[in-house]
């Protein structure tokens, strides 16, 4: 698989993995693409993808807080 391409499966395990996080903590999460590439074991490029497609599908918005960190508002 190329770096954006995901099975349905593993869009699937994404988004149960973020609404769990967004259920635990609610509002906004720090380190998005950090905590995809520990909980999927997955590189730096392919984790970006993996974010950036999971904003395409209006699961999470990412953010720069005022401070300068990165997070997603999840939706």
Known sequence: MGDGTFTTNEIAGAIDFVRALDAARGGLLACPVSRLQVRFRLGYRRACA???RL?????WEIVVTPSGMRGARLK
């Open 50 to 52: 993996l974010a950036g």
């Open 55 to 59: 904003e395409e599908l209006d699961v």
